[in-house]
């Protein structure tokens, strides 16, 4: 079955970096285009980054400059780089493709 499982998540001081990982399995995943997304409390999930089967990218406007998703094709991976850390950026933060979402990785930015 299809599984994508997060990690990375953690706390971090404003103007940290963390790096989250999402492992897919069950899936084409060199043909897929792999999105993270964040759901912060009391408000609605959002899309922050893609990255598409060839390497085009795109993020939420709030995110460019300081986040960037890539891919590992061999290892079925997907992560999100995250620079300059804000307190807005707290939020659950998910791996998703076609349908499928992963659990979910916390990230709390806070001093």
């Known amino acids: 079955q299809v599984q994508l499982v997060e990690s990375g998540g953690g706390l971090v001081q404003p103007g940290g970096s963390l790096r989250l990982s999402c492992a897919a399995s069950?899936?084409?995943?060199?043909?897929?285009?792999m999105r993270w997304s964040r759901q912060a409390p009391g408000k609605q999930r959002e899309l922050v980054a893609a990255?598409?089967?060839?390497?085009?990218?795109n993020y939420l406007d709030s995110v460019k400059g300081r986040f960037t998703i890539s891919r590992d094709n061999a290892k079925k991976t997907v992560y999100l780089q995250m620079n300059s850390l804000k307190p807005e950026d707290t939020a659950v933060y998910y791996c998703?493709?076609?349908?499928?979402w992963g659990q979910g990785t916390q990230v709390t930015v806070s001093s």
């Open positions: 998703a493709c076609t349908g499928y």
């Open positions: 069950g899936i084409f995943f060199s043909g897929n285009t």
């Open positions: 990255i598409t089967p060839g390497g085009t990218t």
